[in-house]
C-alpha cells in the first residue's frame, strides 16, 4: 500500500514531474484539493489522530501556497507542496476510507501494522516534509531580509552612537517650498496666520 506513496513523494515519479510541469496547478486548484480533503475527512468521521493529522499538513501546505512563486513551479519543493494537495494527502486519505472500518483499524497489512497505522504514517512523512519545504522558503526570505538589511547599513552608514545618516550618494527630491524646487524658500514664517478679517493679537 505504501510502496507506491513512498516512491513517488521521494522522486521515483519523475514522468509524473514532466507531466505536472506541463499543467501547473493554479492557488485556486491546490485550495480547491485540501478543501475536498477536508470534506472527506469530516463525512468520513475518521478518528482524531487521523483528523488532526489531516489537519497539520493541510494548514502548512495553505501556508506555503502564497510562497510558490518563490520557489519555482519546476522546483522539486514546489512539486512537492502541489502533489501533496493534489496527489499524496487525498490518496492517502481516501485509501484509508475506501476500506471497512473494522478492517482498516484492526486487521495487520504491512509488517503488524493495520491500515490506520499506515495512514497515521504516512501522514506525519507528508507533514515533516511540507514543514522542512515551509521552513526552507521562510529562510530564505529572512536572508533575503537580512541581506537588505546589510546592503543599508553599508549604503547609509549608521552608526551604534547614533550618527546621521548619509544620503549623499542617493539625493532625495527637495523637499516642496524649499528654494530649490521653486517655491518659497526655506526659514518662512512658520506661524498660524489669523483666519481673514481679523486682527492678529
Do not use: N, W
Not at 20 to 39: G, K
Not at 79 to 105: C, H, K
Not at 173 to 190: F, H, I, Q, T
Amino acid at each position: 500500500m505504501s510502496g507506491g506513496f513512498f516512491g513517488r513523494l521521494f522522486g521515483r515519479g519523475e514522468q509524473e514531474q514532466h507531466a505536472a510541469a506541463s499543467a501547473v496547478p493554479t492557488s485556486d486548484d491546490l485550495l480547491a484539493a485540501l478543501a475536498r480533503v477536508e470534506e472527506m475527512v469530516t463525512a468520513g468521521a475518521v478518528p482524531a489522530p487521523v483528523a488532526s493529522r489531516v489537519r497539520r499538513v493541510d494548514r502548512v501546505v495553505r501556508d506555503t501556497i502564497p510562497r510558490l512563486a518563490h520557489l519555482g513551479a519546476g522546483s522539486p519543493q514546489a512539486y512537492s507542496v502541489m502533489a501533496t494537495a493534489t496527489d499524496y494527502l487525498p490518496e492517502a486519505v481516501g485509501g484509508y476510507l475506501r476500506l471497512p472500518r473494522q478492517f482498516a483499524d484492526s486487521r495487520p497489512v504491512d509488517h503488524g501494522k493495520s491500515s490506520l497505522m499506515v495512514l497515521i504514517d504516512q501522514l506525519d512523512l507528508l507533514a515533516s516534509t511540507m514543514d522542512k519545504v515551509f521552513d526552507a522558503v521562510c529562510r530564505d526570505d529572512a536572508a533575503a531580509l537580512v541581506a537588505h538589511g546589510r546592503f543599508l547599513q553599508e549604503k547609509f552608514g549608521a552608526t551604534s552612537s547614533g550618527g546621521s545618516l548619509d544620503v549623499g550618494a542617493s539625493p532625495l527630491p527637495p523637499m516642496p517650498g524649499s528654494a530649490a524646487s521653486g517655491g518659497e524658500p526655506d526659514g518662512g514664517d512658520l506661524r498660524l496666520q489669523p483666519p481673514a478679517g481679523r486682527d492678529a493679537s
